[in-house]
C-alpha cells in the first residue's frame, strides 16, 4: 500500500487519440505508442485504462480471450513508455455512453447491480480480467468500472444492493490478484444527491483507498467560475470530504479524475484554473495521485458526445500539447509538494457515514461548503467529523491542530 | 426478380457453429469454410448472413471499414462454396438478443424507428454496407435486418412510423445497389397481433417481395402437435396470407424462415414434420423460396438463449447432419415441385391491409385459419380477400379456380 509519505503519483486517464474506446475494435498498438510517447513525455508515471466490457464479454458465458489479449498489448505498450497501468474493467459508462451487452437489455433486461445470474456473469469476467492483468509487472491497480454509479438508473439499484455488488466483486478481484490495489470509481453523486443509491461509506470503505473524481462543471463553477475559490479548491474539498469520512485517517485518496472542462474553463483561464487546482490539492496530505482526464482529445468526427467531451485532453489528436500538459509537465519535475505541517480542521455536522439523506448539505453551494471555501482561501483546511474532532488521534494522525466550527 | 417458375431456391440462414455470431469479434474463415461445406454438401444454393449492426457502426459516424471488410470475407468465402448470400443488415435482433449501439441506449435514449439523428445514422450504416456487399457477385439480396419489429417495444414507435422507416431504408438500399432485391423482414405479429405496430402492408408492399417466418411456437403447434394439420400448413398458410394481401398477384413470398424448434417438434417427429410441412408449401405458386433456420446448433456453452435455439440447426456445432438436412437435401435434388394448376381459394372477409386491428381473426386458432386448415387438408387451398375473389385477373394470375366462403 502507497503511503501518503511517497512521491505523488501523477497519470493520465488513457483515451486514445484515434477512434476513441472504439479503438479496441480497431486495435493499434503504433497508434498506442505514440499517444504514450506523449504522456511518457510530459514527466507522467502511470495511464488509467478502459477496455469495454461488452466486447470482451458478448455472452454471459463467454470471455473472449482475444479481447484480454488486446489489454495485455496495451499495457505492454505503456511498458515500453515506462508507465504503469491501472486497469477499470467494467466499461460500463464512458463520456455519456454506457456499454451494455445485449445479454442485460430488453428481451434480457437484468439489473447489473442486482440480478444474480447477471452478477454471476459479472463475476467471471472480473476474475479473468484480473488474473490476466495481475500477471503484467507494470500493473498496479484494478477499479471495477469507471464511475459504475452512472449506469443507475437504467439498472434500478438500492443502497445495501449497490454496496454487495462493489464488496461482493472487490472480493473477486483480491483472491484474483492479492498483490494489485483493487478500488472502486464512483461519480460524486455519492457524495452530494441525497437520494442517490450508492452511498459515502462506499467511496471510504471499500477498496484499498478511496477514489474521488472532481468535475466543476457539477455545481461548483456556477458558483464563482473559472478561477473562483470554490471552483479551483473543489479536488481538495473532495479529497478532505473523504478523508474525514474513512474510519481510518491514515486511507489515502486518489484523485482518479479531474478536468479542465469547457465552458465552464474557457480556453484561456485553463493554464491558470490547472495551476491553481493543483496548487490547492497537491498539498493534502491525504492526496495519493492525481490522474488526469484526460491524455488525448476527441475526435470532432466522432458524433453525440457532450460538447465538453472533445476538449479535454492534455493533448490534441495530433499530438500538440495543450495548456494543462504544460501545467503537468511542471509538477512532474518537482518531488512531492510539502504537505502542511499543522492546519486548522473545520467540522462537518453531517455525518455522511450515517446520514446519506443529509448530503445536500455539504454539496456545492451549500452552507458548510462555502464557509469552507472562505476559510481555505487562507491555506490548506481539513475537514473532520464530530466524532474526529473528539478523537486526539485522528486529529494528530490527519496534521489537524485546531478545530473550527461553523459559524 | 426471379419468376415463380425459376427453380425453387433453398438455403440456411447461416448461424456460426463455433461462437455463434460473437465470431464477429474474431473472424475465422476457416471456420466458415467447414459451415459452408456442410451446406454446400446438401444441395443448398443460398445462406443468409448477419453482420452484428453496433460492431460495425459503434458510433453514429463511424462506420467501421475492418467491420465491412469482414463481411465481405465471409461472403468471398460462400462463393467459394457456389452458395449466393443475401445479407440482412440491422442486427438488432437474433435469437431473443438485441444488439443496440451505446449511441441509443440509456443517457442516449432513442427509438431507432422514430428518432431523426438515429435514422440519419441508419441511412449511412444501410448506404455504406449495401454499396459494399453489392461489390459482390454472388450477392442477391439485401434485407433491412433480421425481424426488426423485435426492436419494438424498446424502441417505441407507431404504425405510420414503422412503414415510413422501412420505405426510407428500403429506399437507401434500392439507390446503393439497384442489382439486388431490398427486402424488409418482420416477425408473425405483423399478421396476428391486432395491436403490433408493424403493419401486414408492410409486408407486402414495402421492399421487392414478401418474406415471411414461419415459426410454430407461436400457437399453432399447440392446436394440434408437431405433426397435426395446422401445424405442418403454417408456412403454407402464412404464403396466402401474404399472397393474398398483396395488391400485385404476381409478387413473391420468401420464407425466410422457418424450422423444426423444440420442444414442439420433438427430435423424433422432426424428420416427418419437416418433409409435411415442406410438402405442403413447395407447390405454393408465390413461393420463392424456402431458407431454413439455422445452419448450425448452437453450442451449450453459451448462456441464456431460449432453449429452443440451442438445437435449431440442420447440422450440430461437430458438424453431423440432423434429420431436417436430410429432408432438404431431398429436396434440393428435386426440380421445383410442380404448382397445382387450379384450386380453390377461401374467401378472407378481413381485410388486412385496411383492418390491421382484425388481424386476430386470421391468427392461428381463429374460425377463419381452423376452416382454412380443414380445407387444405384435402389439397391446397389459396386465400383471397373479398376484392380478390371478384377480379378475374386476379383469380386467374393465382391459379384460382373456385372461390369458397366460410361457413
Redesign the interface.
Known amino acids: 500500500m502507497p503511503l501518503p509519505t511517497d512521491p505523488l503519483r501523477l497519470g493520465a486517464n488513457y483515451v486514445p487519440s484515434s477512434?476513441?474506446f472504439?479503438s479496441w475494435?480497431?486495435p493499434d498498438l503504433d497508434a498506442n505508442r505514440r499517444d504514450f510517447a506523449d504522456l511518457a513525455g510530459i514527466g507522467l508515471d502511470h495511464v488509467r485504462v478502459f477496455p469495454i466490457w461488452p466486447?470482451i464479454q458478448?455472452?454471459?458465458?463467454?470471455v473472449?480471450q482475444?479481447?484480454i489479449d488486446d489489454l495485455l498489448d496495451l499495457i505492454d505498450v505503456a511498458a515500453e513508455f515506462g508507465l504503469s497501468v491501472s486497469v477499470d474493467l467494467l466499461q460500463g459508462h464512458l463520456s455519456?455512453?454506457?456499454?451494455?451487452p445485449?445479454?442485460v437489455?430488453?428481451?434480457?433486461r437484468a439489473s447489473v447491480f442486482t440480478d444474480p445470474?447477471v452478477r454471476e456473469?459479472l463475476a467471471v469476467y472480473v476474475d479473468r480480467v484480473t488474473r490476466a492483468v495481475a500477471s503484467r509487472p507494470n500493473v498496479f491497480a484494478v477499479t471495477l468500472g469507471n464511475e459504475v454509479n452512472?449506469?443507475y438508473p437504467?439498472n434500478p439499484t438500492t443502497p445495501a444492493a449497490s454496496s454487495a455488488w462493489a464488496a461482493e466483486l472487490l472480493g473477486v478481484v483480491r483472491e484474483a490478484a492479492p498483490g494489485l490495489l483493487a478500488l472502486h470509481s464512483l461519480y460524486d453523486a455519492t457524495w452530494y444527491d441525497p437520494d442517490h443509491p450508492f452511498h459515502p461509506a462506499d467511496n471510504v470503505d471499500l477498496g484499498d483507498l478511496t477514489t474521488v473524481h472532481s468535475w466543476v462543471f457539477n455545481g461548483v463553477s456556477a458558483l464563482d467560475g473559472p478561477l473562483g475559490p470554490a471552483t479551483v479548491s473543489h479536488a481538495d474539498y473532495l479529497v478532505e470530504l473523504a478523508a474525514s469520512t474513512s474510519l481510518d485517517p491514515s486511507r489515502p485518496v486518489w484523485l482518479q479524475e479531474v478536468g479542465a472542462p469547457r465552458p465552464d474553463v474557457p480556453e484561456q483561464d485553463a493554464a491558470r484554473f490547472v495551476r491553481a487546482l493543483l496548487d490547492h490539492v497537491t498539498p493534502n496530505p491525504a492526496l495519493w495521485g492525481v490522474t488526469w482526464w484526460c491524455s488525448h482529445d476527441l475526435d470532432r468526427?466522432?458524433?453525440?458526445f457532450p460538447e465538453r467531451e472533445y476538449d479535454l485532453g492534455l493533448f490534441t489528436v495530433d499530438h500538440r500539447p495543450k495548456p494543462a500538459a504544460k501545467e503537468l509537465a511542471a509538477l512532474a519535475g518537482q518531488a512531492r509538494r510539502p504537505a502542511a505541517e499543522r492546519r486548522p480542521a473545520l467540522v462537518c455536522e453531517v455525518d455522511l457515514r450515517a446520514e446519506p439523506g443529509r448530503r445536500a448539505e455539504v454539496a456545492p453551494g451549500s452552507a458548510f461548503h462555502a464557509e469552507w471555501v472562505r476559510l481555505r482561501r487562507s491555506g490548506p483546511v481539513a475537514i473532520v467529523t464530530r466524532a474526529g474532532a473528539a478523537d486526539p488521534g485522528h486529529l494528530a494522525a490527519r496534521g489537524i491542530d485546531t478545530v473550527l466550527t461553523q459559524a
Chains 1, 2 share one sequence.
Do not use: Q
Open positions: 477512434g476513441w472504439y475494435l480497431d466486447w458478448p455472452n454471459r458465458t463467454l473472449r482475444r479481447g455519456s455512453f454506457d456499454f451494455l445485449s445479454w437489455l430488453t428481451w434480457h445470474a456473469g452512472n449506469l437504467a468526427s466522432l458524433a453525440d
